[in-house]
């Protein structure tokens, strides 16, 4: 399973996800001193069968219309320092590895994962 963390959560969200032994790319590192477009992120999720993790509702509307990104983590947690928000993937990891087996967009936020389909 690999990932694409989008540039709204940290770094280190991508690293922690390397620690775990996936495939995890922060968008920072794909141009330097450049804003992403989405479009570049989708089409290299497509490309590379990454799941795009991000808080960007855009996301979600492209792949209700266009069935991109590959799959789609949606992190609905509002602002959120960066321990609780690696401590929320922390504690549901397992749990997200698992209904990626079959789902193709799921939403997490502090109080529940939400399969969407």
Known sequence: MKFLVDEQLPVLLAEWLQSKGYDAVHVSSLLANVRIPDSYICER?????????????????????????YKLLYVTTGNLRNRPML???????????????????????????RVWF
Do not use: C, H, W
Not at 53 to 63: E, I, M, P, R
Not at 89 to 97: E, N, P, V
């Open 45 to 69: 999720s497509m490309a590379e069968d990454r799941i795009v993790v991000t808080k960007d509702s855009d996301f979600l509307n492209s792949y209700l219309l266009r069935q991109q990104p």
């Open 87 to 113: 401590d929320l993937f922390r504690t549901s990891f397992g749990q997200l590895i698992a209904a990626f087996e079959t789902a193709e967009v799921i939403e997490l936020n502090q109080q529940t994962m």
